[in-house]
Nanobody, 123 residues
């Protein structure tokens, strides 16, 4: 069983940057796809970035060009670099892992979830 723990959230001004980390208790080599989701108050949890075991990435339209997802299999860690942050990026950010199959933007496809980390962007 793999456990995921996010870190790196916090309060930042608009235009600033944060880097989120997702550390796995076990090896992520066996996890085909890793993703970052976010959930704002009163809204559904949505996918913002996905990375497969081969390194292919996919981003939600509103974060393209600003966010970058990467994975370090040797460190069992996935990162989300967030630049040019906007107030609308404010949400709880979750790390997710899917053992088999391609990365998707359907939350129910993922087998592992972290507890989330709060990101707040002030205007």
């Amino acid at each position: 069983q793999v456990q995921l723990v996010e870190s790196g959230g916090g309060l930042v001004q608009a235009g600033g940057s944060l880097r989120l980390s997702c550390a796995a208790s076990g090896s992520i080599v066996s996890i085909n796809s890793m993703a970052w989701y976010r959930q704002a108050p009163g809204k559904q949890r949505v996918s913002v970035a996905i990375i497969t075991s081969s390194g292919s990435t996919n981003y939600e339209d509103s974060v393209k060009g600003r966010f970058s997802i990467s994975r370090d299999n040797a460190k069992n860690t996935v990162y989300l670099q967030m630049n040019s942050l906007k107030p609308e990026d404010t949400a709880v950010y979750y790390c997710a892992g899917r053992r088999e199959g391609p990365g998707t933007n359907r939350a129910w496809d993922y087998d592992y979830w972290g507890q989330g980390t709060q990101v707040t962007v002030s205007s």
